[in-house]
């Protein structure tokens, strides 16, 4: 301790105090000091020309905000420094949650309801994930909302009113602000804080958790409700920073109105919410150019308000409604469709069917069936059908035909008036599927000779899907070994729940669980009670940590592979097997067996005390 206060005294000398290593600190050329790290490598002071420190195990100490450095503790914990210099040890918790999402949320009224100290760190500056960020024009929920929202209080699914089956984002964002202050959750989240560090300490089975804020906080069970949907994509266009127009990302909207009244717009990709916004910008440009690499299959959403008829419906079926939904393979209850008269139907009248049933429901006319790749032929060439009926010019209605897949391989998009929004004067549709963007200029687009003069560009470009957020977080279990390095080749986890080699440390809806396979919400429910007991039964049977064996991580894995093989929804590019992003591995990121089975599988594992499937350290 001494010599740290002795060396902020010493700032400006010429030579500091040796390092408790006996290393000197060597004068740069400049003048200003640099000091060896342990292993020899040599690390700049702050640029405030605080210096950073070594703590016993080589990791550098970073100056606070407020210039004050951190002090090594003796047993290699970290001590704080306040504003006016007293030491004081880092919170200590027992459960950081990362989001504040519909799973982060979930976790920490599970956590807090059970009695443990919990908090949230959130990147954003409002509660909310997706539903925060993506407030693009016509952003929705595609699973109805009834069904796309909470099931852990009956009190709360009763008392909400849904004004519309599929919500707009400012009522889900609403939604998410009411359960929050229902369940008096606010003081316990720390917004605008992103987690950079996570780092666990062995001997005493915790994990230190830093933020880009420099909180330093110590939790004994770590969980990543980071989103599977949360950090955008990279554009990499050229030129992109010398447009003199707006630029905007669907999922890092504005809070603020924009308006694209007397506007020229393009936008670029046509994905979940490149269909969603198309229609609705259309409605306000002057003109809209579409940019699609990539058409998908879009099935109408048959939007409309909740009516009491079916309000009173669900709220009087609630529990048996969400046990079913349990029960399905993705999530979703669709028992309330009369599925007797289609029996007899051939696949065309089911086909139409599916269509006025529309959304998610549209599979209920196939039920069973989807993984069949005749079906999925049949289908595939009804929708092009509806497609040509609807676009009136052939050549544009062609170029919307989905050509790398076939439906059920990829989630469809669901919305309204899309393939219409081609009929509009105003709006083009510019096929990029076999030339690039060459570049954005500071007034449009240029492809090969040529140019698009617009106003405002919109990026649709999708998401560095399901390890993006856990990526980009500097994550070290055992031994130091970091999450980065195991999942170099690909993501490994045993149900998506939990890693090898990272104790008490919880993914929810994390790669290799059925994630974004239908409704998420019953998912992260899941994954959080799953958690939730567990944390449980290691307080009460004095377990110092868990993690899962290597042996039955690679099992899973293994099966998860197996059974992707087996189904036609794998075989689709898809941002699900990072396939959508260059540079990531082409690999099987989610389990499409099923809901229902996925859970069955959680259950199994935690039989048996945990067993069979976990190495669990008790406490000396
Ligand atoms: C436009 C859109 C529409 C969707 N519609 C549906 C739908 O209809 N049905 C459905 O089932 N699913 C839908 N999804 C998927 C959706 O992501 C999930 O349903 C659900 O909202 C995920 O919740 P989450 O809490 O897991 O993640 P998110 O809502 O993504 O929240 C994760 C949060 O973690 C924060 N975070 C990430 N890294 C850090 C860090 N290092 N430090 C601090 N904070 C961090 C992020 O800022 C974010 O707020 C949609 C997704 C999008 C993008």
């Not at 609630?318 to 009369?338: H, K």
């Not at 139907?345 to 989807?370: H, I, N, P, V």
């Not at 130091?480 to 490994?492: E, M, Y």
């Amino acid at each position: 301790m001494a010599n740290i206060m002795n060396m902020k005294k010493d700032m400006k000398c010429v030579e500091h105090l040796p390092n408790t290593n006996g290393v000197k600190h060597v004068p740069d050329t400049n003048g200003v000091e640099r000091v060896p790290n342990t292993n020899g490598v040599e690390h700049a002071p702050y640029t405030n020309g605080v210096e950073h420190v070594l703590i016993t195990n080589g990791v550098e100490h970073v100056p606070n905000t407020n210039g004050v450095e951190h002090a090594p503790y003796t047993n290699g914990v970290e001590h704080v420094l306040n504003t006016n210099g007293v030491e004081h040890l880092p919170e200590t918790i027992d459960a950081l949650v990362v989001g504040a999402g519909f799973a982060g949320l979930a976790m920490l009224h599970a956590l807090r309801e059970r009695g443990y100290s919990a908090k949230i760190f959130e990147a954003g500056h409002e509660i909310g994930g997706t539903w925060h960020w993506n407030r693009y024009p016509g952003a929705r929920c595609d699973v109805e909302s009834m069904q796309y929202s909470y099931s852990f209080s009956d009190e709360l699914q009763q008392q909400w009113h849904w004004s519309e089956r599929f919500a707009k984002q400012p009522e889900i964002l609403r939604y998410l602000n009411h359960v929050v202050d229902k369940f008096d959750l606010r003081k316990h989240i720390q917004l605008e804080t992103r987690v950079t560090s996570v780092i666990y300490d062995e001997d005493r089975s915790q994990w230190a958790i830093t933020t880009n804020r420099d909180d330093h906080i110590i939790a004994k069970f770590c969980i990543m409700a980071t989103g599977c949907l949360s950090i955008p994509k990279d554009p990499n266009i050229k030129g992109l920073d010398q447009f003199k127009g707006n630029v905007y990302s669907t999922s890092h909207w504005p809070a603020d109105d924009v308006s694209f009244i007397d506007r020229r717009v393009a936008i670029i990709g046509t994905g979940a919410s490149g269909v969603q916004c198309i229609p609705m910008i259309a409605k306000q440009a002057t003109h809209l150019y579409v940019f699609q690499r990539t058409p998908n299959f879009v099935i109408p959403a048959n939007y409309e308000p909740v009516d009491s008829e079916y309000e009173d419906d669900w709220k009087s079926n609630y529990t048996q409604r969400r046990r079913q939904s349990l029960e399905s393979p993705a999530g979703i209850f669709f028992g309330y469709v009369n599925d007797s008269s289609i029996a007899t139907m051939t696949d065309a009248e089911r086909f139409e069917e599916g269509w006025k049933r529309g959304g998610f429901s549209f599979y209920t006319a196939f039920q069973g069936r989807l993984n069949d790749k005749a079906i999925s032929e049949i289908i595939s060439k009804l929708i092009c059908d509806k497609i040509r009926k609807t676009v009136k010019d052939p050549a544009v209605a062609e170029t919307l035909f989905p050509y790398d897949h076939l439906f059920g391989t990829k989630r469809p998009c669901v919305t309204s008036q899309y393939y219409e929004t081609f009929n509009r004067d105003n709006v083009t549709l510019v096929d990029i599927r076999n030339k690039n963007i060459d570049e954005i200029t500071p007034t449009g687009i240029q492809i090969e000779d040529k140019h698009y003069d617009v106003d405002d560009i919109v990026l649709a470009i999708g998401f560095d899907a399901i390890t993006g957020a856990i990526f980009n977080i500097d994550i070290h279990g055992r031994s130091g070994q970091t999450l980065r390095d195991k999942w170099t080749i690909r993501p490994r986890t045993l149900l998506g729940l939990m890693m090898a080699h990272f104790p008490n440390l919880f993914t929810i809806t994390g790669p290799g669980s059925p994630v974004d396979l239908g409704n998420m919400i019953p998912h992260i429910e899941e994954n959080v009670k799953w958690i939730i007991n567990c944390i449980d039964y290691l307080k009460m049977h004095n377990i110092d940590s868990i993690e899962p064996t290597v042996n039955a991580q690679n099992a899973w894995m293994d099966h998860v592979d197996m059974v992707a093989g087996q189904i036609l929804c794998s075989t689709g590019n898809s941002w699900y097997n990072g396939s959508s992003l260059s540079g990531k591995t082409n690999c099987v990121m989610r389990y499409a067996g099923g809901f229902n089975n996925y859970l069955k599988m959680c259950e199994n594992a935690a039989m048996h005390d945990y067993a069979q499937f976990f190495v669990l350290k008790r406490s000396p």
